[in-house]
T-cell receptor, first 116, second 116 residues
């Protein structure tokens, strides 16, 4: 089974600064998808960014970007120009490209605090 | 588009009673729906996967007789917690797969269940 590890239970960043959240995963598959989800206090899961494993180019969505290192099985999230609204739990997630459908395997999460 | 609605948002029930949670895809047909459980300050754990018209597939350790899942139509899946006990108190989240959005699943807003 695939495992997703987020080694930072909590992170803090000042407004307008940059923060990087870490994620590593373990898999024997060659084709898969990786995601970062944001869960604010409302607990609604919000997709932040996705990465297809077969794509070498790192995904970017506005202030959010990833550093995908397939050989190292690392998938970190960089948040630039942090805003107060970025404060939330962030979950890294893995999905196989076949077989298990669209079920997601989540890491334990990182709580991000944004200070003024 | 791709909205998933979960109802109720929160529910309190007495120990020993059953409670039903609905998950609806409002503007697309969901061939597969997933049910997750999230304890406070923890990650989302997959409970079961349901495909329309067939029996749900439960993850190891999840009691299928306690957590009844019905996926009778392409827009509705239900999770019934039978004979609920205080340890069943948790946050339950559904997600749905839309064939046209090939890489991600869409989440409902979750249901907070409290058993007293």
């Amino acid at each position: 089974a695939q495992t997703v590890t987020q080694s930072q239970p909590e992170m803090s960043v000042q407004e307008a600064e940059t923060v990087t959240l870490s994620c590593t995963y373990d898999t024997s598959e060659s084709d898969y998808y990786l995601f970062w989800y944001k869960q604010p206090p409302s607990r609604q899961m919000i997709l932040v960014i996705r990465q297809e494993a077969y794509k070498q180019q790192n995904a970017t969505e506005n202030r959010f970007s990833v550093n995908f290192q397939k050989a190292a099985k690392s998938f970190s999230l960089k948040i630039s120009d942090s805003q107060l609204g970025d404060a939330a739990m962030y979950f890294c997630a893995y999905r196989s490209a076949s077989g298990s459908g669209y079920a997601l395997n989540f890491g334990k999460g990182t709580s991000l605090l944004v200070t003024p | 588009g791709a909205v998933v609605s979960q109802h109720p948002s929160w529910v309190i029930c007495k120990s020993g009673t059953s409670v039903k949670i609905e998950c609806r895809s409002l503007d697309f047909q969901a061939t597969t729906m997933f049910w997750y459980r999230q304890f406070p300050k923890q990650s989302l754990m997959l409970m079961a996967t349901s495909n329309e018209g067939s029996k749900a597939t439960y993850e190891q350790g999840v009691e299928k007789d306690k957590f009844l899942i019905n996926h009778a139509s392409l827009t509705l899946s239900t999770l019934t917690v039978t004979s609920a006990h205080p340890e069943d108190s948790s946050f339950y989240i559904c997600s749905a797969r839309w064939a046209r959005a090939n890489t991600e699943a869409f989440f409902g807003q979750g249901t907070r269940l409290t058993v007293v």
